[in-house]
Structure formats: structure tokens, C-alpha cells
């Protein structure tokens, strides 16, 4: 298993300067994208290194907002142990079949005004189907949600500070079980330098399973930005309970992060598929959370004050 130094040497290398890559921005730099008529591109298939020790050569896909010009924010999506794409794919893996549900967001985002970049953090490690459930123990370590994916996290954000239309100061993340655990891991506060400044600004995670290979038994978990986590009392794949506890504590001990409880909700409840929103829990927790989440990252993902 790789070892939480691959990870500080990651954030070490996002801390020095690279080539392109502005200081912070002011607020004046940074402020409300000016609204256009441009119709939104369709999305575009991008690759780019991982911060890993091989430096995997990511595939991502960058959903780019309409009627907007200037410096605008992103969000990194993390998918979760299913993969980026639809169990339909049928070995075609392209954007025609990343799942709904990773369509439907990153759509939303670009209409919001976001960069929205798909990070396929299992095809280009030889796993483009993901994995099945009950398979958490099987799992090789070149997938670790804890110690491999939060560099292909750092490497995506690396990336979209490489592109003239994003404000590289306003950079959210956002990830779905297996990838919601890889953004709790990412947003923790065990990296080197000044990660308010030169990490991601917040972070949104989607009932994650919070053991974290007991990453953070013993100092505890904290982060370095404002972070979000969402889950239902009915969630058949991780424990409610222990995400509850993980961020009840780390919120006593003064982090800005909190933990929303949806009753009667069950894992993947935001999927946008008939199957899960025909249930009425989670129909309820998907439009708050879809709400809650808009407001987070307008909130999180402002221009700084100068």
C-alpha cells in the first residue's frame, strides 16, 4: 500500500510555482464571470498526469459554462467504486457513457457557471468497470481511495489552473462513495504549506465511507478548507453512523465542516434514475442536496476578500 508521503509530496509540488500558473488572484481578477450568449461546447475528453508515484496518465472529461466570459470557478468530480461510466457501456468508455449521474452534475455545474472536469480515476489503471459491491477488500492498492486518488485529485486541479478560463484560486471538489472517501482524504489538513491557499478551496462529499483505512485514528480528522458531507439514514453501503461521528468530531474541534442526515435515504441517492428517485426519501434528499450543494459552493468558492 502506498503511504501518506506520496501525498505530502504531491502537495509540495502544488505549492511551488509552475509555469502559467498566476499567484492567487485578487478579487478584482477574480470577480463575477460576465454572462454571454455562447452556447456550451459539448464536453471534451482531457488527459493529464496524477501526482502518483507513476504519474498515471488520467482521462477526465471537461464540461466547459455557457454565457460566461472571464475567470470562472471549477469543480473536480471523484466518482465512486462503480467507475465514471454506465454498467451499459458495454466496453465502449468515452463521454457517451459515463453514468447519469456524473452527466447530470457536471452539466449542472456548467450551467451554474463552473468548469466541471469527470476524472476517470479506474480506466487508465486497467479497471474501467469499477468494481462491485463487496468488493472493498479486493481492491487493488493502486486504486486506494486514501493514498492514490486524492493525487488524481491534485493532478486534476493542477491541470484546470493550466486553463485561461478558470480562476485558479476557486476550485472546489466534489466525489461520490469510494470518491467521496478519496475527497475527505484530499481536504484533510496533514499536507505541507499553506493548503488554504494553494489547495482546493472546499470540498463536497457523497456518502463516503469514513473508515479511511484508519488513516486518521489516532490524530483525528481535520481539514484545510470548508468541507460538506451528505447521507441517508438507509445507506446500504457504508455506516451512517461512522461519517456522523468522523465530522461530529472534527467539527468540535473547530473545523468548518458539517454532516446532513437525510431519514430513509439509501446510498447513491442522488443517482437521477428512475430506480432511486422513485423512492420518495430519496426524491426529497436529492433536491435538497442538489440546492444545499448550489449554495455551498457559491458561498465557498467567492473571490476572497482582498
Known sequence: MRTMPSILLAAALLALPASGLAAVRTQDEGGPPTMSTARAPA?????????????????AYLYTPANVEGPAPAVVLM???????????????????LTMRHRYWAQYWADRGYYALVVDS???????????????????????????RPLDAYGALRYLRTLP?????RIGLMGWSNGGSAALATMADDKPGDMSRRGFRAGLAMYPACGL??????????TYAPVRVFMGTDDEEVS???????????????NDVTFTSYRGASHSFDDPGRRRQSVAANARATADVREQAAIFFTEALAPRQP
Open 165 to 169: 478560463g478558470v480562476d485558479d484560486d
Open 122 to 148: 479506474f480506466g487508465p489503471r486497467g479497471y474501467p468497470g469499477g468494481f462491485g459491491r463487496g468488493s472493498y477488500g479486493d481492491r487493488p492498492d493502486a486504486v486506494n481511495e486514501v493514498t492514490v
Open 79 to 97: 466518482h465512486g467504486r462503480a467507475g465514471a461510466y454506465s454498467s451499459l457501456a458495454d466496453g465502449v468508455y468515452d463521454v457517451t457513457t
Open 240 to 254: 451512517h453512523d461512522r461519517c456522523r461521528d468522523l465530522i461530529g468530531t472534527a467539527r468540535a474541534r473547530g
Open 43 to 59: 464536453p471534451e475528453r482531457v488527459v493529464f498526469r496524477s501526482l502518483d508515484d507513476a504519474q498515471t496518465e488520467l482521462v
Open 213 to 222: 483505512h484508519n488513516r486518521f485514528g489516532r490524530t483525528g480528522y481535520s
